[in-house]
């Protein structure tokens, strides 16, 4: 290698001298420093002990751990964790102990994916085993009817979730006038009711609970903003990119938002209330 010669930091020298048959550490004339790739185990820098310190093992992790409970090192900063499509991490928890650390994403039944991931994208993922990963508790003198999380859409407030009471919550959905037009009445709600087709079925991985409902495509042709995703979709790598699906071929599942149907609902039994009135005085009539 030109102009290079292997070198070693001997700390109980105290001095930087020559490798003679290795080179993890290569520093050149220019001062440029490169390391070989290590592994988990033999990592290719490591300053500090495995609890705390700074290491790295291949050019995809690159970390940064600080002592925790037990000598558990709790933190963790680098490239590329789990797979996370080139994302910088910050871990805190089992999922930054483990070796190499996980995120809790996707971890299904595994302890050493507990904790807590944020990525450099904003994304944040979080996992507890047998436990309640999050808690949101808003205190203070104003703590009643107040916001506890709000969600925004480019920056306008689209909805919240928000202390309604002393023991209630509400979720609210952004419904003010001011942000609607061509507003006309409801009609022919009886009609598209009977359309909607209301099953009983249990769903696969929970074959012993029966429950009431509705199949999401058939109720997309009767309420379609009440239903997510398409019928048989499968995940594309748009998908991936996206961060909507995990791999490529994927099923991607329809979701219902069942809030939505009251509007239809409540329309049709105005419809139905005002066929009985009509009746009710019809029948008046003929008995008068």
């Not at 970390?63 to 994302?87: K, M, Q, R, V």
Request: charged share 20%.
């Amino acid at each position: 290698m030109a102009n290079r010669r292997p070198l070693i930091i001997n700390s109980s020298a105290q001095q930087i001298q020559e490798l003679v048959d290795a080179d993890t550490l290569i520093a050149d004339v220019s001062g440029k420093i490169s390391l070989e790739s290590g592994s988990a185990a033999d990592p290719s820098l490591e300053l500090g002990t495995s609890n705390a310190g700074i290491y790295a093992y291949s050019s995809s992790v690159i970390g940064l751990t600080f002592p925790g409970f037990a000598n558990n090192p709790w933190g963790l900063i680098g490239h590329e964790i789990s797979g996370d499509e080139g994302e910088e991490s910050i871990l805190i928890g089992s999922c930054a102990r483990a070796n190499p650390p996980k995120s809790p994403k996707n971890a299904n039944n595994d302890t050493g994916a507990e904790g807590l991931q944020i990525t450099s994208r904003g994304k944040i993922n979080v996992s507890g085993y047998d436990a309640r990963p999050v808690t949101i508790n808003r205190m203070g003198v104003n703590s009643t009817a107040a916001l506890i999380l709000s969600f925004n859409n480019n920056g306008t407030g689209v909805g919240a979730v928000r202390i309604a009471g002393s023991n209630t919550v509400a979720y609210d959905t952004t419904s003010d006038y001011r942000l609607k037009e061509n507003v006309v009445d409801l009609t022919g709600a009886r009609a598209r009711l009977d359309s909607l087709n209301v099953k009983r079925f249990n769903f696969i991985a929970d074959p012993g609970k029966t429950v009431d409902g509705v199949l999401a495509h058939e109720a997309q042709t009767v309420v379609p903003e009440a239903v997510s995703g398409s019928k048989d979709r499968i995940a594309t790598q748009a998908d991936v990119d996206a961060d909507e699906a995990n791999a490529v071929g994927d099923p991607i599942y329809q979701g219902i938002d069942q809030s939505k149907l009251v509007p239809l609902l409540t329309a049709a039994l105005q419809e139905a209330f005002a066929e009985i009135d009509s009746l009710k005085a019809r029948i008046t009539a003929l008995e008068g």
